[in-house]
């Protein structure tokens, strides 16, 4: 079984910043992509960045030059630092990963943690 914990969410102000960590737990053969996913009250959930094995990154236009995602293979941990928040990030952050366990590969998710961006 594998599960993926999430933490560092919180409530902040505008311009402040946080770090999201996400690391998967159980017996894991491997893992590839690596993203951090966001769903704001009444929209759905939308890709902010994502992250190969080998490092390369993409990231969702409204967060270019504010967010950076990055990973810890050896700790099967991945990180987004968030800085220059804005009231319109206030959402519950979700990590992905693509596993594979043995041969069999797919998705898992977390549990979610709430970002609140409020003066």
């Known amino acids: 079984q594998v599960q993926l914990v999430e933490s560092g969410g919180g409530l902040v102000q505008p311009g402040e910043s946080l770090r999201l960590s996400c690391a998967a737990y159980?017996?894991?053969?491997?893992?590839?992509?690596m993203g951090w996913y966001r769903q704001a009250p009444g929209k759905q959930r939308e890709l902010v960045a994502v992250?190969?094995?080998?490092?390369?990154?993409n990231y969702a236009d409204s967060v270019k030059g504010r967010f950076t995602i990055s990973r810890d293979n050896a700790k099967n941990t991945v990180y987004l630092q968030m800085n220059d928040l804005k009231p319109e990030d206030t959402a519950v952050y979700y990590c992905?990963?693509?596993?594979?366990?043995?041969?069999?590969?797919?998705?898992?998710w977390g549990q979610g943690t709430q970002v609140t961006v409020s003066s």
């Open positions: 159980g017996t894991i053969s491997s893992i590839n992509d």
């Open positions: 992250i190969t094995s080998g490092g390369s990154s």
């Open positions: 992905k990963a693509d596993i594979r366990r043995n041969i069999i590969r797919r998705d898992y």
